[in-house]
């Protein structure tokens, strides 16, 4: 396993683009979910009055930063169909669901289980909040404070300065266990059973917020480092507000998430595979 040599602590704050946080690479999703309706970001922005916005997203990514107007129904809420089912007694208006961004599956995944449960009339709005953010910051919500100043998003290269690839993550971890809290954050829909350091990580969904900021704080009174990972590396960036809100110095997250650990694995597998392929 290879040492992370050094990371840059920078704490300013920069302005961000649609490059920094939005993806340009397409949707994924489109190809994944193809029975999935969806409306594009300036046609949201034209029927923003005339729709109602669901922001599929955990309470505290909600709370961060979102669409101005929307409600938050988390799709990993086990009453989620419960509320979907009274806001529809409420209008006959279009449902739209949005979540992080090109990557993110929640949009897609919450109007599939709309239509599930008998709900008609849903869509999902799949570019994400960065996209929507960044272009719209009048019709954006950040900290509670609209419109927004993109000057306050927290910069592509501070997230980045926190980031650690799975194998540095997990060395870094090894080399100070003792000193070394490790939270999983995903919530029960990603993570399928155990994490991946069994005996000296958490689980702390990003909804169990008490939870969650319970284990924070005793870290931060022990003076030890917290090491966290999602599901694709996108949900912590939402944490890090709550993170340096909190005064929170010694925190890193796992670069891509679990899906970057597991190839990881797999990847070594495949090579120790192949060389004992060779020696044969």
């Known amino acids: ?71 938050n129904i988390p799709i990993a809420d086990e009453f989620f169909e419960n509320e979907l089912y009274r806001l529809r007694r409420t209008t006959d208006k279009t449902i739209v669901f949005y979540c992080n961004g090109h990557r993110c599956y929640k949009s897609y995944q919450a109007v599939k289980r709309a239509q599930e449960a008998d709900i008609s009339n849903v869509i999902a709005y799949d570019a994400g909040i960065f996209d929507w953010a960044t272009r719209y910051p009048k019709e954006s919500v950040l900290l509670g404070n609209s419109p927004i100043n993109p000057k306050s998003l927290i910069a592509k290269n501070v997230f980045k300065s926190r980031l650690m690839d799975p194998d540095t993550f997990s060395s870094s971890i090894v080399e100070s266990i003792d000193q070394s809290v490790v939270i999983d954050i995903r919530d029960k829909f990603q993570r399928a059973a155990v994490g991946f350091y069994p005996g000296i990580e958490r689980w702390a969904a990003l909804d169990d917020r008490n939870k969650l900021f319970a284990y924070i704080r005793k870290a931060k009174l022990e003076n030890k480092t917290l090491y966290f990972y999602d599901e694709v590396g996108k949900q912590v960036r939402w944490l890090q507000y709550a993170l340096e809100e909190a005064g929170v110095k010694k925190y890193y997250f796992m670069e891509k998430g679990a899906r970057a650990y597991y190839k990881m694995l797999t990847d070594l597998e495949w090579n120790k595979n192949k060389k004992v392929a060779q020696r044969n």
Do not use: W
């Open 1 to 71: 396993m290879h040492r992370l040599i050094q990371i840059v602590f920078a704490l300013t704050i920069g302005v961000i683009s649609s490059s920094a946080f939005g993806e340009p690479e397409g949707f994924p999703g489109r190809e994944k979910y193809p029975d999935i309706p969806y409306i594009e970001l300036n046609d949201l922005y034209a029927q923003r009055d005339n729709v109602i916005i669901v922001d599929a997203r955990s309470k505290l990514e909600f709370e961060t930063l979102r669409i101005k107007n929307a409600v």
